[in-house]
């Protein structure tokens, strides 16, 4: 036990000009040394204490930071006006705590969502702002997260509203809609209408091309195909089974002739699997010695297609 404390110390001091901006953050740092004794939290670390951050940064809980927790915490960092540094010490884990109540209304904007808050967020962008979150501000989204750092997902969180300095408040109209009247068009009620979280996995899906093939591999350090597929729906907050198989009954089929962004598409007898995109092409990682791209459907991949899934 003598590391982690002396190495918390170390942290404190480190930090200590930060704290100068005003004695809560400080006192709240060591509240949280004295309550939990923490470890700091790195790039490399592994274990319960990366799977309570990351659920507590709003991302996929698996165990392992890496490259998407370090940004979600320099994220975190920057929106919370501490010490930026990627790494998980009593600062950041006093911080954490502190703003861990009271956000079951936290409102966080996403593809097709509607509102005066969309508005808003698309005037910070210097977009057109209709009020609807289509595919342009999801696009404009993404490149601004890109340029500040942010965690590229294409959503308006707490930590991009932040950088946007606009406040995200007020009625927002989300799809799929769960009841009542709507006002969204009606070609999102037809039977075979995309799925919103299948539009985020296709965008999501993008940030992974160039990983390496990896044979049972399900995360950014090297993806098999069906690993890709689950990865990223996990990302989203959607539990898939992790084998082609499974996957294949994971949702409701869909015809070839209407394929939407997020779908995800077969081959082989179902023991190969990838993500559409659209405009006739899917990401996905083929086989040893390459990496996860983006190919069409046709040719050799359509004598060989299987079917579609829709999820969600």
């Known amino acids: 036990m003598s590391v982690p404390l002396v190495m918390a110390a ?8 930060a704290y100068a901006a005003g004695s809560k953050h400080e006192r709240t740092a060591r509240a949280s040394t004295r309550t939990h004794h923490e470890r700091i939290l790195r790039r490399g670390a592994t274990g319960p204490d990366v799977v309570r951050l990351q659920r507590a940064l709003g991302i996929t809980a698996d165990g392992i930071f890496g490259r998407n927790t370090e940004r979600a915490v320099l994220a975190f960092q920057r929106s919370h006006g501490i010490l930026v540094d ?18 079951a209304g936290t409102i966080v904007l996403r593809l097709y969502d509607r509102g005066p808050a969309v508005a808003a967020v698309q005037r910070a962008l210097g977009i ?12 404009a989204v993404r490149a601004f997260q890109g340029r500040h750092g942010l965690l590229v997902d294409g959503q308006v969180g707490p930590h991009t509203a932040a950088a946007l300095h606009v406040r995200l408040s007020g009625p ?6 769960s009841g009542g009247t709507s006002s969204t068009p009606s070609r999102h009620h037809s039977s075979s209408a995309p799925s919103r979280v299948g539009a985020r996995a296709a ?7 160039g990983v390496p093939y990896r044979w049972g591999g399900s995360s950014p350090s090297g993806f098999d195909c069906s690993g890709l597929v689950y990865f990223v729906y996990g ?15 994971a949702g409701r089929h869909v015809l070839r002739s209407e394929l939407a962004p997020g779908d995800l598409v077969f081959f082989y007898g179902q023991s190969h699997v990838g993500v559409y995109i659209g405009g006739g092409r899917f990401i996905h990682a083929p086989h040893t ?24």
């Open 10 to 17: 170390a942290a404190t001091s480190v930090g200590a000009p």
């Open 86 to 103: 990627g790494e998980v010490g009593p600062q950041t884990w006093g911080t954490i705590g502190a703003g861990s109540r009271g956000r």
């Open 128 to 139: 057109s702002a209709d009020g609807d979150y289509g595919p342009v501000t999801v696009r």
């Open 172 to 177: 927002v109209t989300q799809y799929p809609h």
């Open 203 to 209: 965008l999501l899906a993008r940030d992974y091309l």
């Open 235 to 249: 990302r989203l907050g959607v539990s898939l089974p992790r084998v082609t198989y499974s996957q294949w009954n």
């Open 289 to 312: 010695g390459t990496s996860v791209r983006i190919d069409s459907l046709s040719g050799w991949y359509a004598s060989a297609y299987d079917g579609a899934v829709r999820v969600g």
